[in-house]
């Protein structure tokens, strides 16, 4: 391949005489090229070919026992001032992450193959796409790569001589936990992985590129870079209406985005259209409408608890041409999880490889993981190459809280809505490395993700509602509040329909709803709850609004914000003040 962008060629070769592999690689994207790299992986037990007649193109890979999570703590944003990285994010200068990352990548590809990859985040000659090119050392992450994103001789070709990428370079080195670090500089456009070989610390396209690096670059370019999931909702008179919805990691995008209505709303007829499952890049179009594209082109979802009822979209989209990490490997060839298709297996290897017997120890690891091509999901929206995506009715925050939160409430207007997003907490899930199950603040789901000091991500919000002609409508939902047994009220998944119903009808300014200090919630028999059998006790459970809970809310909310000092908009301490004061 010839290579025509100079100064491309020029970085790989510096990166090269850092990392010294003994060759390098260009992808091309070519299925003969996939089918060699299996062929190498396989041959070193990097990857195990699964049962091809029941699982046709799919392949098993098994993480380092100690690399199964982004590592939060491992993740730094490493600007010149302290100031731009924020008080939530870990920071280092430039200088400093270049020299501690750089001890680690020195050498770190001896004896192994340097690949260079080439990817788009968003359709290839999108205006709105951006290119990054990943050198990697693991035929895994080029796997990966090949999946969640559009790679290969399209990519360098739009590159052209000289055309602007993210610079990625990622070595699994010897995936010590002690000689990790992921890196990002955004005043350099570029990202440094090293000592993981796990998906959100190494598939740089994804939280590295289209979250941390892309929320720098849409602030800087008046954009919005947003841990959401995009999906369109088809009324039953065929009008189709989007929403963006931010969850923090392991709290139901992937499920809402491939939602299948339930019996009783089926009959009315609606029907869902997944465009997105974790990422949003959105713009304010030349109709003054915000519009939202998904930067990807796979899923990396959570396998735990997928199951054909639970999402039968994602079951039939992981049929075939898929990598399952860390799940367990059944004798015949095939997978299974916790939560999974029944029957339950008699015995298999479980994900560190051991021999396995259900009644013990779990067979997958809580966050095990598919990587599955988005075209095979069965609702796909035919609007996923469309370059200006799709217009954006609702933007919905949600958490796992097992109180506090109602089903669901709706913002009285923007500047409230973005306070209501920056309030966003939810209880720590296996996604990411720490204590389960404890309430951290995650405003907008992005407190992983962002990639600058968040009082400048909220301004950005404020500012961004103003050059909107319409601003979508802002709402906050909670699938997981608990009875007083500790289960469930709301029976979630495919149910969440009659939650969006609501959404929909109040957008279009047609359902009904009650004033609450926190914002509208629906009336009691608001919500279309037919063929469901839920307790009137428990619904009204689901929709209390209890003012003294949310006083103890507004004193960790105030915890929070004062780490911001000066800098937190004045906006949102308005909002604060005036939360306090309807509570009174
Ligand atoms: P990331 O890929 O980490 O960003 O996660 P995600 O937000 O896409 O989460 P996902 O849809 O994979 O769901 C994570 C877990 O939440 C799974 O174990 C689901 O079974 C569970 N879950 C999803 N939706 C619901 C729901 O409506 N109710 C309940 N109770 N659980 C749910
Ligand atoms: C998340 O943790 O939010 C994910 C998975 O979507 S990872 O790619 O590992 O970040
Ligand atoms: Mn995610």
Redesign the pocket.
Known sequence: MEIKHAKLKKWVHEMAHLCKPDRIVWCDGSYEEKAALEKEAVSTGELIKLNQSKLPGCVYHRTAVNDVARTENLTYICTSKKIDAGPTNNWMTPKEGYRKAGEFFFGAMRGRTMYVVPFSMGPVGSPFSKIGVELTDSIYVVLNMRIMTRTGKEVLEKLGRDGEFTKCLHSKADLDINRRLILHFPEDNAIWSVGSGYGGNVLLGKKCLALRIASYLAKKEDWMAE?M?IMGVEDPQGHVSYIAAA???????????MLIPPKGLKKKGYRIWTVG??IAWMRVDSDGSLWAVNPEYGF???A???NSK??PNAMATIKSNTIFTNVLLKKDGTVWWE?GDPPVPKEGLDWMGRPWKPGGEKGAHP?A?FTAPITQCPSISNRLEHHHGVPISAIIFGGKRSSLAPLVYESFNWQHGVYVGATMASER?A?QFGKLGEVRRDPMAMLPFCGYNMADYFKHWLKMGKKMARTPKIFHVN??RLDEKGR?L????G??LRVLEWIIERCRNKADAHRTPIGYVPKLDGLDLTGLNLKKKDLKELFAVRPSEWMEDLADQKKFFELFGEKLPKEIWQEYHALKGRLK
């Open positions: 841990h999931l969850f923090p990691s392991a709290c139901g995008k992937t499920n809402l985005a499952d974790d990396f979802g959570v735990p608890g997928t639970t999402n939560g966050n993981r899930t996604a699938w997981f469930f709301w029976p979630g998944f149910e969440n």
